[in-house]
């Protein structure tokens, strides 16, 4: 099955009929997500009004880290099998990632304010969060670094996969080390430790984010692809 | 309207928070479309008869 879509050509035809599925489903989740999260979730006992920014930047602290793994295999494909699929995947999957990263520091600082005191501290979490953030933008700037792009792509690949190692110490920072950061509390052994009435929203809001990534990724993974054969033309006109 | 703005007094920290996700997402996506438009129309310039999703079967 790998193989088959490693074909451009499938690939394309692919991501044309699942985009529109990614964007139907985005809509819906991430709706039904902000009503729940906006209008229908209870007040937490201690954070009161607060947590309701837990429904955008859990989502978002997700994502960024779900990214990074998509954009470690995908550029492990590249390094291996030279697969112009898993290239495009990975350099289109980069940005957005990086999105989610920033969205992730940004609403943690907005809720950290009210609820610590600061806005930032240099804790274990919010830390190995900035170093993800800032191996999003090293893969793109060294990405685009070189003049010939499949040295680029591999360097970045490289990057890429060794930065992967911050993925598991992201996720375990908060166990590891004393943080302000507050440990997880839907992704455990036992079982999710907070009510359905904020499980609810929290669970729409990921769905939406995840199937938002997929969207964005269907639609810069084309327009990549694209790019690829505009380059592959003109050098071939070049040539002669 | 007022009192849910202000959501406990913290609806300040809380509006950025939802506004500034709307916005990064939004700005993404938008960005991400304009970069499908222009490079599908580069390449459809340079095989103006190819008629398909710019990919050749």
């Known amino acids: 099955m790998f193989n088959y879509f490693a074909n451009p050509t499938r690939f394309l035809r692919l991501t044309s009929k699942l985009q529109p599925i990614a964007m139907v489903v985005t809509l819906i989740t991430m709706g039904a997500g902000l009503y729940y999260s906006l209008f229908q979730s209870p007040p937490?006992?201690?954070?009161?009004?607060?947590?309701?920014?837990?429904?955008?930047h859990v989502p978002a602290a997700w994502m960024a880290m779900f990214c990074y793994v998509a954009l470690a295999a995908s550029s492990a494909v590249v390094l291996i099998w030279r697969h112009m699929v898993a290239d495009i995947v990975a350099k289109s999957t980069a940005p957005i990632g990086a999105c989610f990263t920033f969205l992730a520091l940004a609403t943690g600082s907005l809720w950290g304010k009210p609820m610590w005191g600061t806005w930032w501290v240099w804790d274990a979490r919010l830390t190995s969060v900035l170093i993800l953030f800032f191996l999003y933008l090293g893969y793109m700037v060294l990405y685009n670094a070189f003049d010939e792009p499949t040295r680029g792509a591999r360097a970045a690949a490289i990057l890429a996969i060794v930065g992967v190692i911050n993925v598991p110490i992201i996720k375990f920072s908060v166990d590891w080390w004393n943080t302000l950061h507050q440990p997880a509390s839907v992704v455990k052994m036992d079982g999710p430790a907070i009510h359905s009435s904020m499980l609810t929203p929290l669970l729409l809001m990921a769905v939406g984010y995840t199937a938002f990534y997929f969207w964005v990724l269907f639609i810069r993974s084309r327009a990549e692809l694209s790019a690829y054969k505009v380059r592959a033309l003109r050098i071939r006109q070049a040539e002669g | 309207m007022a009192e849910f703005l202000s959501m406990g007094g913290?609806?300040?920290?809380?509006?950025?928070?939802?506004?500034?996700?709307a916005l990064v997402l939004i700005g993404i996506l938008i960005q991400s479309q304009r970069f499908l438009k222009t490079s599908e129309a580069e390449l459809n310039s340079l095989q103006p008869e190819d008629?398909?999703?710019?990919?050749k079967a």
């Open chain 1, 44 to 56: 937490d006992y201690q954070q009161s009004e607060t947590v309701r920014m837990m429904y955008v």
């Open chain 2, 10 to 21: 913290y609806g300040s920290f809380i509006c950025s928070a939802f506004g500034l996700s």
């Open chain 2, 51 to 55: 008629t398909s999703d710019g990919v």
